[in-house]
């Protein structure tokens, strides 16, 4: 039950924004994938997800070959992904804003509008369900993103730097929702992120990449000693 990238690489203008990288991720489990800016973590979901076909390599889906589908293949076969910039419809309300997740699955209004209010009490947004979205803070824009990721049942959730602009606080409480989707929904969650707090407190494997390569790859620990992930976020002196 796997969403697996196998010998991945990715050319951009002749250079390499992914160099043969391989990167699975188990339904149940919480996969980091970390590096410096410019590492190819968001190119890689976007491999995972559809959105950027692979020079090299295969992506496949429960073993079954990805290859060549379009993104909403993806999403239909259970790979849903949030992205760096929340794409919320601002104009209309935070259930509103769930429900259209829904209404992508076929699901009529009612009863779409009955499943939003039972998703943003568990995820705690029950009393923003009939705020207009582009009125909301940054991490509860985050939050509602996930939750309009969740209506479409995913697999597999790929979430793009969702702690960014987060304080300590917002951040931490992130990371008890990670982990209470994980365990309610069963989904594989894979989590880019540069908030090494919340990446050691709430991943249970890590992937770690640099200039388009895998340097590490392991637990929270055995990644924290590997002296290539130490040399790539500290500098050569810490290796």
């Not at 702690?163 to 969650?189: H, Q």
Request: glycine share 12%; proline share 3%; hydrophobic share 45%.
């Amino acid at each position: 039950m796997t969403l697996k990238a196998s010998d991945v690489s990715v050319r951009f203008a002749g250079v390499n924004a992914i160099d043969h990288v391989s990167v699975a991720l188990d339904q149940g489990e919480i996969l980091g994938l970390i590096g410096p800016n410019g590492a190819g973590k968001t190119t890689m979901v976007n491999v995972l997800s559809g959105f950027q076909k692979p020079a090299t390599g295969t992506v496949s889906i429960f073993g079954d070959d990805a290859g060549g589908r379009p993104a909403d293949w993806f999403s239909r076969n259970g790979v849903v992904r949030t992205f760096q910039a929340v794409r919320l419809f601002k104009g209309l309300s935070v259930s509103e804003n769930v429900e259209v997740g829904f209404a992508a699955l076929g699901i009529g209004r009612t009863e779409a509008r009955r499943r939003s209010a039972e998703l943003l009490d568990r995820m705690g947004l029950a009393d923003r369900a009939t705020q207009l979205s582009g009125t909301l803070n940054y991490g509860d824009e985050r939050r509602v993103g996930i939750a309009r990721a969740l209506a479409l049942s995913p697999k597999f959730l790929l979430l793009d730097e969702p702690a960014a602009g987060m304080n300590i606080a917002e951040a931490e409480a992130l990371g008890v929702l990670i982990r209470s989707v994980r365990d309610d929904f069963g989904c594989g969650i894979l989590v880019i992120e540069h908030n090494m707090r919340l990446v050691m407190n709430t991943c249970e494997r890590l992937h770690v990449m640099s200039s388009g390569r895998t340097i590490a790859s392991g637990t929270p620990s055995e990644v924290a000693a590997n002296a290539e992930f130490k040399k790539a976020y500290l500098g050569s002196e810490a290796a």
